[in-house]
């Protein structure tokens, strides 16, 4: 099966400036993750989609990102305005409907897009 | 608040040595624990997936082990490789949500 798309793979911007990434999950794949990964740390949840709706966006910086998951298939993420500290690794993964009662689930991660803002 | 930390955070080795990589966590109510692989500018790729119910999963020269009470899992990498340079991860979805938290990772050079 095709794996998780995401383009583009790299993007360099200026301070202030939008930017948006796209992900295609696999599909049939229900849940869609968007990470955050600075250089040297493990990846940090942004925002978790369900089909369409939002399970966790706890961590996503609302005041300047924004994600979207039209018809719970792909989905966007996009920075606005885009800051110095945003300069990272986004990645994609998605994982097949999970069972309660048997805990199971399992993602698979996109190639991710890499970030440098100036 | 779940926390998961690897240790060591980077590991330096000949090759053919048999090695050990570490992942604790501080919330044991877990519903598994997903060990990744990641090679400089790409994705993860999984490696195994421990269920909350399972004390081991074993894939080739890999075998994980987890321990839900004590918050521990290892990973063990029989006879390394070169190819088996990159950065390891392990990660633990928890709460109503299945929420994932990862560790920093640990950092593998195997040189020949």
């Known amino acids: 099966e095709a794996g998780v798309a995401q383009s583009p793979r790299y993007k360099i911007i200026e301070k202030r400036q939008s930017v948006a990434f796209w992900c295609n999950p696999i599909?049939?794949?229900?849940?869609l993750y968007w990470y955050q990964q600075i250089l040297g740390q493990g990846p940090k949840l942004l925002i978790q989609?369900?089909?369409?709706?939002?399970?966790?966006d706890s961590q996503l910086p609302k005041d300047r990102f924004s994600a979207e998951r039209l018809k719970g298939v792909d989905s966007t993420l996009k920075i606005q305005p885009a800051k110095l500290e945003d300069s990272a690794v986004y990645l994609c993964?998605?994982?097949?409907?999970?069972?309660?009662?048997?805990?199971?689930?399992?993602?698979?991660f996109g190639p991710g897009t890499r970030l440098t803002v100036t | 608040k779940q926390e998961v930390t690897q240790i060591p955070a980077a590991l330096s080795v000949p090759e053919g040595e048999n090695l050990v990589l570490n992942c604790s966590f501080t919330?044991?109510?877990?519903?598994?624990l997903q060990w990744f692989r990641q090679d400089p500018g790409k994705g993860l790729t999984s490696l195994l997936l421990?269920?909350?119910?399972?004390r081991e999963q074993t894939s080739g020269r890999l075998n994980a082990s987890l321990d839900k009470s004590s918050g521990r899992s290892t990973l063990y990498i029989a006879a390394s490789q070169p190819g088996d340079s990159a950065t390891y991860l392990c990660?633990?979805?928890?709460?109503?949500?299945?929420?994932?938290?990862f560790g920093r990772g640990t950092s593998l050079i195997v040189h020949p």
């Open positions: 989609f369900q089909n369409n709706g939002v399970v966790d």
């Open positions: 993964a998605s994982s097949s409907p999970f069972y309660r009662t048997h805990g199971r689930y399992e993602q698979y």
């Open positions: 599909s049939g794949h229900a849940t």
């Open positions: 421990i269920q909350s119910s399972q």
């Open positions: 990660a633990v979805p928890s709460g109503g949500s299945y929420i994932p938290t």
């Open positions: 919330d044991s109510a877990i519903y598994n």
